[in-house]
């Protein structure tokens, strides 16, 4: 009998959110991501221990002029790891410390290409990921322009989601479980995970892009549990967690996809800063889940290079 994750996949891409080597082989994902805070959760990996210890000597002989500088070598180089293992896309964060900052976004996103070229790595297997900030949705604007693909990450609302659009980002990552997360600690648990409040806002973002034939491909993440995957089976894509896939492979239940809406045939209305940060700031969630995210990524940042210098 085809496993739920085999039907899965004939609806939707299935992407690896993680950075275990060994899983990305196991599963066979198309695309994958790297980020500081996957770096150190595979910081014990033979691969992952091997490029630290390379990264750590450089700095110490003066290779590097920062340890940011260094952390972002590493960042890179464990990158190349995952496109040996992948075909498709590797998503590469820009330092979250830059996510108010449009300009800097833009040049290291830049700096991140050219060290992947020297690689041998195409720019167009690389999205250069960014925080859905109005500054971080600008610099994907610019660099999108320029034919350099971005994944607008950290994404919880629909003013993010018409930004990205009309910045004509690749790829959005609305996050599912950060926002039932939010909604549980407030004491509203859903009932089922058709009423999930994360489900529900990517199936709106879904919607939207569909009436509006918007190309941006939406990528549903941060999932909890296997029903809230199964539940946007037909999105453009799925990130998906070890843990989950191993369990989607070993359930073997009929996965349908959800319906798509038909083109109302009109463009995507334009959306200015100030009616961005209005909506930012009318919703709760979006704005405490915003602020977290990026708070988390920073610290992560600042964790890596502290095991950089030690």
Known sequence: MTSTLDQLRNL?????????????????????????????????????????????EQLASGVFRSVSEAALDLSIRFGFEIAKRITGYVSTEVDARLSFNTEASI???????????????????????LASTWEGIQAARALEAQGIGCNLTLLFCEAQAIAAA???????????????????????TPSSVETDPGVLSVRRILDLYSRHNVKTIVMGASFRTA??????????????????????????ESVNALPKSKSSG???????????????????????????GITRFVKDQETLESLLVS
């Open 107 to 129: 040049e290291q996103a830049k700096q991140i290409i050219d060290q992947y070229a020297k690689l041998g790595i195409a720019k167009e297997r690389i999205l250069i990921k």
């Open 12 to 56: 939707s891409v299935v992407v690896a959110d993680t950075a275990d080597f060994q899983a990305i082989e196991q599963f066979k994902p198309i695309d994958a991501t790297t980020n500081p805070s996957l770096i150190l959760k595979q910081a014990q990996s033979p691969v992952t221990q091997e490029l630290i210890s390379k990264t750590q």
């Open 227 to 252: 029903d809230q995957v199964l539940a946007l089976a037909g999105c453009d894509r799925l990130t998906i967690s070890p843990t989950l896939l191993q369990e989607l492979e070993a359930r073997t």
């Open 166 to 188: 009309n910045a004509q980002a690749t790829l959005i990552s609305p996050f599912v479980g950060r926002i039932r997360d939010w909604y549980i600690a407030k004491g509203e």
């Open 266 to 292: 009109e463009a995507l209305p334009e959306i200015d800063r100030d009616t961005f940060l209005l909506q930012i700031a009318a919703d709760p969630m979006a704005t405490e889940k915003l602020a977290d």
